[in-house]
DNA sequence: ATAAATATTTAGACATGGCTAAAAATAGAT
DNA sequence: ATCTATTTTTAGCCATGTCTAAATATTTAT
């Protein structure tokens, strides 16, 4: 069993991971966790003491399997509990992620099988986000950014980059959603925003935003 | 906020109240907690200082209004819980205490009462045990021990005192759950067990048993 | 190749929460 | 009333996880 302090940096190794393969940095630890890169430091001795990364002095860490392993289940609870959150009790995608942290260090095997079965054995969380099987194993679907979509393409949006609640409750406003249909209809050069339409609407939206948006062509 | 720990604390206090009325004894509480004395005294300190509980040295602690709030709460969390394990993921009654141990201290106003409208606002738990409402406030309903009736009195099983898996399998074993109607038959003075009616079965049972479940005439 | 800037680690401190062993206070028995 | 047994508290230590400040290693720029 490992400690939530453990549980959280080991997530966010994971997550690190999944952005650039390489050894993951002291800092850049640090900075996820806003925590101080000497914390890390003795961390990291630990992590590394009980097999859950490689660590060469001055180096960055990488997960092992076990790692891996144990990151990915993490991963797993922390989105069936967004999505019990979405889906049995009514919270909004901009409201799930902190409750989530809390709940995804609950130890109950069967308490996460029972949820999952409870919720259907979803595939993807309510931001998109696949969601690790027992084994850890995630399928990650084709997706591309909405800024890389061309003029007059179409496609369905399946997920967000940035899962931060302004930004969800920003999405709400316009009214984007998971599965949405997009249809690029002119890319301004001048400052990269996009016309767009999705439904019968057509209005225009930032490069920010189209680069925090994924959809599936 | 409060720490786990403090919660296990305060929790254990509420409940060690609900028997004795008196002033709690760092003893007492440490037998609960099963933990040493010295370690309950330090705690105490800290209650004290954040206004859960009265504490005069050598004399025992009693919670304060505040405290007996925040128990209630903790206490209503654990129960939802329990509630919520046993009828959305199948859980049976011994299985729920130690999961409703861990996510009693999930930090979420929101996910509880979600969470109580989920599962229809339930006023008693699976061993029978009232929930507090947000208030804090707990109906208790008239429950005798079986122990206590009577020779060809009848009632209906309401809840159990202890409520340790190893008791509540032995239950299930004789099909005793809550709700069933049972009806002594006879009182044996030799040893104090009794020869009980439930559904179409007669059967005897020690008085351990019958000092453990609750009754309603 | 070396100096400056950056990144990482170590050393030492602090807070929380637990422990043991010893001291102090209370309660019980005579 | 006093001696004994029990309870409670204190003192001091340990582990976890955090921090700051200082030392050390690495990278970058010239």
Redesign the interface.
């Given at each position: 069993m490992f400690s939530q302090s453990e549980e959280n940096y080991i997530k966010a190794i994971y997550h690190l991971e999944t952005i650039s393969n390489a050894g993951i940095s002291t800092n850049a630890i640090a900075k996820k966790l806003t925590t101080k890169a000497s914390s890390v430091s003795d961390m990291i001795k630990k992590l590394s003491e009980k097999k859950l990364v490689v660590y060469k002095k001055y180096q960055g860490v990488k997960l092992t399997d076990y790692g891996k392993k144990t990151a990915a289940n993490i991963v797993r609870k922390h989105r069936l509990w967004e999505v019990f959150?979405v889906e049995?009790?009514?919270?909004s995608w901009d409201?799930v992620h902190?409750?989530a942290e809390?709940?995804e260090h609950?130890?109950?095997p069967?308490?996460i099988n029972?949820?999952d079965a409870?919720l259907g054995f979803p595939t993807h969380d309510p931001h998109g986000d696949p969601i690790p099987d027992k084994d850890g194993n995630l399928k990650t679907i084709e997706k591309s950014l909405l800024s890389s979509l061309h003029k007059n393409e179409s496609g369905i949006c399946v997920g967000v980059d940035d899962s931060s609640s302004e930004f969800l409750r920003f999405l709400d406003k316009k009214g984007i959603t998971l599965g949405k249909t997009i249809t690029i209809l002119e890319k301004e050069d001048f400052d990269d925003s996009l016309s767009i339409q999705m439904d019968d609407k057509r209005f225009s939206i930032s490069n920010k935003i189209a680069n925090n948006l994924y959809m599936k062509k």
């Open positions: 959150l049995k009790l009514n919270f409201e902190d409750v809390q709940l609950i130890k109950s069967k308490l029972q949820l409870l």
